[in-house]
């Protein structure tokens, strides 16, 4: 057989050369946990980039998609740190299947308000959500930290590391979100910048491999909306420089002056208006109309802002935006990556609740001090807070 008529499997030497191997494989592994009759496979696909073949776990029952196995091509073994685990599957069978049972009561099921509080965690998300209720938020709304793009991102080996980490991070919020609401995230691509001359730099598409983790781990993908930045606001990066100077051929690099806010919706077998239509509460939902002068395209132009604390903030006007047009008032908005809080200003602002979880000790107590402006004295002494000092009030300003 000819090179070209080998597969990239059999091109690379992988000990897994086949889509049957990899079932196999997979199969063998659900028959060790017992879930072989609950759990069937979808088409197992090979990823060259990283030498693995990823294979779709569905649920039997429902045939919707629980997780996936990632298997080692090289090695046949399993990359548990990867794949989905046995708890995880487990509990996504058990809860399709009571949504199976409850499917006939689906028409008459009461949308659910929530009744968390305005909270401050310091923490790690992944800790800090595992704590929330379940189906508690009605929106999620966060930008991600950068993939070492700055010094005081380097916390990842791996950028595979990094993706493993943000997958855990909406597998969590998918549990806490509410039925049908909606999980919106600023990212861009990251340039990494080169170490030396003999090196290229990189561009990094993070966009596209978090659209993949969406639609993995039980979101519909909804839309996606271009914030362009005012020109010049790109330079920074140094991208374009070296072909403005000489213009050859090859070394052509655009500048970038955009982001993306992907809008997510938890998957439902309800429609968008069930939302609407059943919320108990249709005084909020009239009262959180939007007015005149919204945006209607998926091109939003906001200028960026800077903050003294914060090296990587979003405009308020942003998160503004996303709060009025995928939540109502006093629903329940929640940034598992809050910084120092802007998302928790822009939903206090708009009769909204909100969930800030925040890793770094200054930039939590910063949101502390921040929430007592936001929120006035009475307010703030009602702010529920995990591992964060209390908030003294005896010298706020009102």
């Given amino acids: 057989m000819g090179s070209l008529e080998k597969t990239v499997a059999e091109q690379r030497n992988y000990s897994v050369l086949s889509v049957e191997d990899a079932r196999q494989i997979t199969l063998m592994w659900l028959a060790d946990i017992g879930l072989e009759t609950s759990v069937m496979l979808g088409l197992p696909e090979v990823d060259d980039r990283y030498h693995i073949w990823r ?11 629980i997780g996936e196995m990632v298997i080692d091509a090289r090695t046949s073994l399993i990359y548990e740190a990867k794949s989905t ?44 959500l595992q704590e929330l209720p379940e189906e508690s938020i009605d929106l999620v709304f966060t930008s991600p930290p950068y993939y070492n793009a700055r010094p005081e991102y380097t916390e990842y080996i791996t ?83 070296r072909f403005a100077a000489d213009r050859n051929p090859l070394q052509y690099k655009a500048v970038p002056v955009t982001e993306y806010v992907l809008v997510y919706r938890k998957h439902s077998a309800h429609l968008i208006d069930w939302n609407i239509r059943e919320h108990p509460r249709q005084d909020l939902v009239e009262a959180s109309k939007i007015e005149d002068g919204y945006e209607t395209t998926n091109v939003w132009q906001i200028t960026p802002t800077y903050d003294k604390v914060h090296p990587a903030v979003f405009p308020e006007e942003l998160a503004t935006k996303v709060i009025q047009y995928y939540s109502f008032t006093d629903d329940v908005v929640l940034d ?60 706020l300003l009102l």
């Fill in 336 to 395: 598992p990556f809050a910084g120092v809080g802007t998302v928790g200003l822009a939903a206090a602002k708009a009769g909204r609740r909100f969930v800030l979880i925040e890793k770094n000790p200054e930039y939590s107590d910063e949101i502390c001090q921040r929430a007592r402006m936001w929120l006035g004295k009475e307010a703030v002494e009602d702010v529920f807070l995990i591992n964060c000092p209390p908030i003294y009030t005896d010298d």
């Fill in 85 to 128: 685990s046995e708890a995880v599957l487990t509990q996504r069978i058990l809860h399709l299947n009571s949504q199976k049972n409850k499917k006939r009561r689906a028409r008459k099921q009461q949308y659910k308000r929530s009744t968390l509080r305005n909270t401050i965690a310091c923490g790690d998300s992944e800790e800090i």
């Fill in 159 to 241: 950028y595979e590391e990094y993706l493993l980490k943000m997958r855990k991070i909406i597998q969590l919020c998918h549990r806490v979100l509410n039925e049908g609401r909606f999980f919106v995230m600023n990212v861009s691509p990251v340039l990494i910048r080169r170490a030396n001359r003999s090196e290229s730099s990189r561009r990094i598409a993070v966009p596209f491999d978090m659209h993949r983790i969406f639609t993995e781990e039980g979101f519909d993908f909804i839309d996606d909306i271009i914030w362009m930045k005012p020109e010049g606001a790109g330079w920074a990066t140094g991208r374009g420089r």
């Fill in 55 to 65: 294979v779709p776990l569905l649920a039997t029952a429902r045939k919707e998609r």
